[in-house]
Every structure is written in C-alpha cells, then in structure tokens.
C-alpha cells in the first residue's frame, strides 16, 4: 500500500485509543508525531514541519480545539481532523468556525478514517505536485537557456533543431501532440493572470473519455493509442484560434477556451464537441469504433479565481454526468 506522504500530528489523551491509531497510520502515513494533549501537540508541531492535524476535543492542559485556535492564528491553511465521542451541536458549531476539515466520531471507523485523511490532504497534495511541476519547469527552462548560450557558436542550427525537441518532450504529450499536463497548468495559470488583468472570462472544459477502457480491453491498447489520437484530431477543429487543449493522461483532457462572453457561447462550443463525434472512428481501415464524451465546465471568475478549484470544479461537473448516463455536458454552476 502506497502511505500518504504526509507527516501527521496525532493528539489522543486516551492511551489505548492511540496505541491503535498509530499503529493503523504507521503502515499508511509516511510519518506519525503523537502527542497526548493539547501543550505537547503544539510543542511538537512547532519543532516539526507537519502537514495534518488529527485530533481529540477533550483533553487535559489544553483541549482540541482550543489547540486548533491556537494553530488557526499561525497557520489557516493547515487540515485538521477532530475526534470526539461528544455528539455536541456546540462542539460541531465551534469547530466549523474554527474550520475543521473533517469529524470523526468515537470509535473511530479505521477504514473511514484513511478515507477521510485520503480526501483531506488531497488538495494539498496536488498544489504540492503543481508547485513541483512549476519547479522543474522552471528548471527545464534554465537548462535550455543554459545549452542556448553554449551552443549558438558553435551551430544555430542544430542550436534550434535540439531546442524544439527538448520543448516537444518537456511540454507536449508524445502521443497526441498536444500540451502535456505541465504546459496546460501553466497556460491556465497564465490564462488566469491574463483574465484578472483585463477583467475578461474564460471558461474550462474536463473532458473525458466514455468506456475508454473497454476500447482497450477488446481491441488492444494500440488501437486504443489510435482512437486517443483521432479523437484529439477531431477535438481540435472545432476549436478557435485562442482555445487550447492539453491532455491531462489516459483518457483526459483539459481545454481552455479564452474570450468567453456568455454562458451561451460555451453551450454552443460543448454542444459543438459533442457533435463531433456522431461518427464512429474507422481505425486501420477496419475497425469502427463509436467514441463519446462527458465534458464539465467551469468559468473563471464566476465559478472560481484559482487553478486549483477551476479543476476541481470542472472535474466535479464532469462526474455528475458520468453518474447519471455519460455522453453530455454539465456546468459547475448548474449543480
């Protein structure tokens, strides 16, 4: 089992309650602080770089959540997780103003305890992958710079012959062409500097592939790489000039689609997307394979102002039509 790489404060008053705990996380969490009440929990997480907290309310010293305000006054962004055996309307109201993550009643659910530690470090987890991404971007990018200047003495032709390579393997996706996961974050975060800069919209698409994986069970996953690259084909002349699209991995796909006026002209292009493939896919002259789509929208800024949450919403829309019957489009706003 792959462990959540994540250090996690553990606070439990009750030492058999934590002797178990710890030991279930220790085999799930890449690392496991305990403290046994509130003046040591804060101790510790003063002396260590700690990602989440998990904590009881009722403790001697210092109680959770006076921990958590505590906490909340230093950092507001870190998760936290309370544990209580109090079904206190009092104690859920203050510990929603102090903006909890997530409450876990006593005794504890293990399974629905990794879960939620799962949902709640997953937004963190994925600015901490995009921060990475950035990084090595730009890291790629200085080392371009770098064989740029060694090299235009000696052959400017070659210079740009391996300059456009090293761009086509760092930002494209090598089956399809188009931008990578790392190119597309970065022109949607570009996107969005261009928005609030000009107090423009633009609207998002998540689209992802129906039953793409029976695609690959009954015909191989060669012929599924054909229909990834014929769909991307067709994707993309339906497309302006000023969209761009960008595949996330597998059967996923990300298209800005800049200069948005109005809710109506993204109706039209999703329906326009949809459209597109009425037609089955004829793969090495031989095989005809009906493909479609589900697609969720959000539109920056009316739905979100972030890289982050304009995902995460347009993913959220795009499963509320996967759950219902697949093949169609769904607005984060209509949901």
Excluded: W
């Amino acid at each position: 089992m792959n462990r959540l790489p994540v250090c996690l404060l553990y606070v439990e008053d009750d030492v058999d309650i934590a002797q178990e705990i710890i030991e279930f996380l220790s085999y799930r969490v890449s690392e496991v602080l305990y403290a046994c009440d509130g003046e040591e929990a804060y101790q510790r997480y003063k002396e260590h770089n700690v990602d989440i907290i998990v904590t009881d309310i009722q403790m001697p010293k210092m109680n959770g959540l006076e921990l958590i305000a505590k906490i909340r006054e230093e950092n507001r962004d870190i998760p936290v997780v309370i544990t209580t055996a109090y079904n206190d309307n009092a104690f859920l109201l203050e510990s929603i103003n102090l903006g909890i993550d997530g409450y876990l009643l006593k005794p504890i659910d293990l399974q629905v305890m990794f879960e939620t530690l799962q949902k709640v470090v997953k937004p963190m987890l994925m600015h901490r992958r995009i921060e990475e991404l950035n990084e090595r971007l730009i890291e790629i990018n200085a080392e371009l710079e770098a064989k740029i200047a060694q090299a235009v003495q000696e052959n400017t032709r070659t210079l740009v012959e391996e300059n456009t390579e090293i761009k086509k393997i760092a930002f494209y996706d090598t089956l399809t062409g188009v931008a990578n996961r790392a190119l597309i974050y970065a022109l949607l975060e570009k996107e969005i500097q261009k928005a609030q800069r000009n107090g423009s919209k633009f609207a998002l698409f998540f689209i992802d592939l129906d039953n793409f994986k029976s695609i690959n069970d009954n015909y191989g996953h060669h012929i599924g790489d054909r229909v990834l690259i014929e769909f991307t084909q067709r994707l993309q002349s339906a497309l302006r000039e000023s969209d761009t699209v960008g595949r996330l991995g597998g059967d996923e796909f990300l298209l800005i689609a800049a200069d948005i006026q109005d809710i109506n002209a993204v109706n039209i292009l999703a329906q326009k997307i949809l459209d597109l493939f009425k037609e089955p896919f004829l793969i090495e002259k031989r095989y005809e394979i009906r493909v479609t789509c589900s697609i969720g929208i959000s539109c920056f800024p009316d739905d979100a102002t972030s890289m982050e949450e304009l995902i995460k919403d347009a993913d959220k829309a795009m499963y509320s039509i996967k759950k219902e019957h697949k093949e169609g489009v769904a607005f984060y706003s209509t949901l």
